[in-house]
């Protein structure tokens, strides 16, 4: 069935450094990818989505290709800001016509 | 910025009570979901549905029913409430099924 990982349950990270958080998927449908970002005490929000196969999408400074050859969808960041700890979650648009959200990754920015 | 409004915010209940979580959107939007948040398994979903009427079994629907009454209205009923269904309840709408999905504000529910 449909699905998707998310490999990392935390990442801790100094200011300024790059992120990379990994997101794979399982579809028979033709793939279309979210990320969501959460922070804390607050309800999720889109952050990007994608369902065109290798093309770059960007938003607030993230950035996600979504590759089908190796059904993956990874976030990363260039420069990690302390407004940037949140939890991420990756989704995936399903042939069942629902969103289904992988367990979601904790990133923590520190000084 | 698309609303979608979750009553109660908290809920405290005993096992075995009755609970009914609302929730309203004003967007005009066709997809209704409610999910739980769960820590270690992230956001599950429950029930959904994508017009007045109709409802869909989402991952997780054991223990739980929906309705959705109006294009604006869908409702989560916890009928037996067990210590399991102790949980963050999130409901969301989107206008289709490739369109932004847009979060309330949550529900905590405390079954004891």
């Known amino acids: 069935g449909d699905s998707v990982t998310q490999t990392e349950g935390l990442v801790t990270l100094t200011k300024g450094l790059p992120v990379m958080l990994n997101c794979t998927y399982q579809?028979?449908?033709?793939?279309?990818l979210f990320w969501y970002v959460q922070h804390l005490n607050e309800a999720p929000k889109l952050l990007l989505k994608?369902?065109?196969?290798?093309k770059r999408t960007e938003h607030q400074g993230f950035y996600a290709t979504l590759h089908k050859s190796s059904s993956s969808f990874h976030l990363q960041k260039s420069s990690v800001q302390l407004s940037d700890s949140a939890l991420y979650f990756c989704?995936?648009?399903?042939?069942?016509?629902?969103?289904?959200f992988g367990k979601g990754t904790h990133l923590h920015v520190l000084p | 910025e698309a609303a979608v409004t979750q009553s109660p915010r908290n809920k405290v209940t005993v096992t075995g009570g009755n609970v009914t979580l609302s929730c309203r959107q004003t967007?005009?939007?066709?997809?209704m979901y409610w999910y739980r948040q769960d820590t270690g398994h992230g956001l599950r979903l429950i029930h959904y549905?994508?017009?007045?009427?109709?409802?869909q079994i989402g991952d997780v629907p054991d223990g739980y029913k929906a309705t959705r009454t109006t294009q604006e209205d869908f409702f989560l009923l916890l009928e037996l409430a067990s210590p399991s269904q102790t949980s963050l309840y999130f409901c969301a709408s989107s206008r289709d099924i490739n369109t932004e999905v847009f979060f309330g504000k949550g529900t905590r529910l405390t079954v004891v």
């Open positions: 967007n005009s939007h066709n997809y």
């Open positions: 994608s369902s065109t196969d290798n």
């Open positions: 989704a995936l648009r399903t042939n069942a016509y629902k969103v289904i």
């Open positions: 579809t028979t449908y033709s793939p279309f």
């Open positions: 549905s994508y017009g007045a009427g109709n409802l």
